[in-house]
């Protein structure tokens, strides 16, 4: 460490021309200790009001219609064959 750092750290801080204060600054953007509007904004996040009900009824019946749909997937995969897939010569050029 140089010695020059060492004499500065002794005689403190070096005041800033401009007047403002970094630390200052810091501690001012932080969360406060306390919030004087912590009460009235509580209800907006509690209750029927809270995260989990505001966005439970958005989409209704998409559980029961998704579960629905993958069996009906499986069901045309594993029991459904398709007979005219790759049959072109049988069939000749008229019959789709």
Same mark, same amino acid.
């Given at each position: 460490?140089?010695?020059?750092?060492?004499?500065?750290?002794?005689?403190?801080?070096?005041?800033?021309?401009?007047?403002? @204060?970094?630390?200052?600054?810091?501690?001012? %953007?932080?969360?406060?200790?306390? *919030?004087?509007?912590?009460?009235?904004?509580?209800?907006?996040? %509690?209750?029927?009001?809270?995260?989990?009900?505001?966005?439970?009824?958005?989409?209704? +019946?998409?559980?029961?219609?998704?579960?629905?749909?993958?069996?009906?997937?499986?069901?045309?995969?594993?029991?459904? %064959? @398709? *007979?005219? &897939? +790759? &049959?072109?010569?049988?069939? +000749?050029? +008229? &019959?789709?």
């Amino acid at each position: 460490m140089y010695p020059s750092r060492i004499l500065r750290a002794a005689q403190g801080e070096k005041p800033n021309i401009t007047g403002f @204060d970094v630390r200052k600054y810091y501690k001012a %953007t932080q969360v406060p200790r306390y *919030d004087p509007w912590e009460r009235a904004e509580a209800w907006r996040y %509690t209750g029927q009001f809270s995260r989990w009900n505001r966005f439970k009824g958005s989409l209704p +019946g998409f559980g029961i219609a998704s579960v629905a749909f993958g069996a009906y997937c499986l069901y045309e995969y594993l029991f459904i %064959t @398709d *007979d005219h &897939h +790759g &049959h072109a010569k049988e069939h +000749g050029e +008229g &019959h789709h």
